[in-house]
């Protein structure tokens, strides 16, 4: 399960200019409560919006009341690894082979920090599609310290949706604090429009 947390989080997504939508919301985490979110601000698409990046947050939303994981963990009894090599900036690759074919597992690769081993990006296709409509999707996750905790700070994919062709979303997050503390983040930059 994640830290206690608060997040502004930016969600944009979609299959062509006609329908592509975003959406800001506060989200939040707190043991025995669970994973909350509010929707502050939003535009496009409404199909977009209410199916996709309001559906990824309620998934989210799901899969932590169930006690469940929001991506595979890097074991043994999901993954085969091969060493990689640097990269040219200088984080070691781990190559990912899924043991199975499984939801949340990509074939792809992590990106450590050579000295600590703290993963800093997992990216990769997922070896299974999360549906009848979605196909051949390309995952990244990048991850980042906050508050003392290595938490995700972006999400992207790209994938072929049934009769609309490829689509693209992204999740951004700005965490304001971690574990009751602020983060440093200022509310100003939360909450700013860069549209």
């Known amino acids: 399960m994640p830290p206690t947390y608060r997040a502004m989080r930016r969600l944009e997504g979609g299959a062509g200019e006609d329908r592509h939508g975003w959406l800001e919301a506060w989200t939040e985490y707190r043991p025995g409560r669970g994973f909350t979110f509010e929707v502050i601000r939003e535009g496009g698409s409404e199909y977009i919006r209410n199916k996709v990046l309001r559906g990824m947050l309620e998934g989210e939303q799901g899969l932590i009341a169930n006690g469940k994981r929001l991506r595979a963990s890097l074991e043994s009894k999901n993954y085969f690894f091969e060493d990689g090599g640097m990269t040219d900036g200088g984080l070691q690759r781990i190559l990912l082979?899924?043991?199975?074919?499984?939801?949340?597992?990509?074939?792809?690769?992590?990106?450590?920090?050579?000295?600590?081993?703290?993963?800093?990006?997992?990216?990769?296709?997922?070896?299974?599609?999360?549906?009848?409509?979605?196909?051949?999707?390309?995952?990244?996750?990048?991850?980042?310290?906050?508050?003392?905790?290595?938490?995700?700070?972006?999400?992207?994919?790209?994938?072929?949706?049934?009769?609309?062709?490829?689509?693209?979303?992204?999740?951004?997050?700005?965490?304001?604090?971690?574990?009751?503390?602020?983060?440093?983040?200022?509310?100003?930059?939360?909450?700013?429009?860069?549209?």
């Open 97 to 195: 082979k899924p043991a199975k074919k499984s939801e949340g597992l990509v074939a792809g690769s992590v990106l450590l920090e050579p000295d600590t081993g703290v993963v800093t990006r997992i990216q990769g296709r997922l070896v299974k599609s999360p549906s009848f409509w979605l196909r051949d999707v390309d995952v990244s996750w990048k991850f980042a310290h906050v508050g003392g905790h290595v938490v995700p700070v972006e999400m992207t994919s790209t994938g072929r949706v049934r009769m609309f062709g490829r689509s693209s979303f992204k999740m951004s997050y700005e965490y304001i604090s971690i574990d009751g503390r602020p983060t440093g983040a200022s509310l100003a930059a939360a909450l700013r429009d860069d549209r």
